[in-house]
């Protein structure tokens, strides 16, 4: 089945340690975003990505890196420098083109002691 | 700039309840409409979508009308049930200026729990 996924579901790290967050599609979709969601804060837009070796910086970049080497793969770095990194992060990808249509994965909870 | 406002929640409904969360928006341009829904511990799911002036989206009973003159995008519902218990947002596409990638703005979300 095609999908996007995204692993670990739960993550834990320490106080200043960076994190890697995986994220991977197998949908053939040209652009891939990721989002912080925080209780009653709804989903804001960290990076997004519509091709290969080229990204854009989204509403709240800082402390945060990404790299898209690949087509499938949009893995996000939440760096020390990031204040509360604390939070459920999704990936999300669209095809290209007009479509505008956003499809989740199931998201990985970070959560730093 | 671009921005979706919704009904703050939480709302609590009986089964078979009629259901209205509210959504606005401000845009420029000709933005695309979304309504997304996320069961506990999961991704958003799309729920329904619709993309120009007066179109209805509809998907599992929910139904919503791009209302352009209003700039809303109200979710309906007639008869709720308990596995309707979701957070939905409500959200609109958009290209920032010099950008061809187009991005969502998402409205906070609004919790539902309908009991039995």
Known sequence: ?113 | GDSVTQMEGPVTLSEEAFLTINCTYTATGYPSLFWYVQYPGEGLQLLLKATKADDKGSNKGFEATYRKETTSFHLEKGSVQVSDSAVYFCALSAHDRGSTLGRLYFGRGTQLTVWP
């Not at chain 1, 505008?100 to 730093?112: A, E, I, K, N, S």
């Open chain 1, 1 to 113: 089945d095609g999908g996007i996924t995204q692993s670990p579901k739960y993550l834990f790290r320490k106080e200043g340690q960076n994190v890697t967050l995986s994220c991977e599609q197998n949908l053939n979709h040209d652009a891939m975003y990721w989002y912080r969601q925080d209780p009653g804060q709804g989903l804001r837009l960290i990076y997004y990505s519509q091709i290969v070796n080229d990204f854009q910086k989204g509403d709240i970049a800082e402390g945060y890196s990404v790299s898209r080497e690949k087509k499938e793969s949009f893995p996000l770095t939440v760096t020390s420098a990031q204040k509360n990194p604390t939070a459920f992060y999704l990936c999300a990808s669209k095809a290209g083109g007009f479509t505008d249509t956003q499809y989740f994965g199931p998201g990985t909870r970070l959560t730093v002691l």
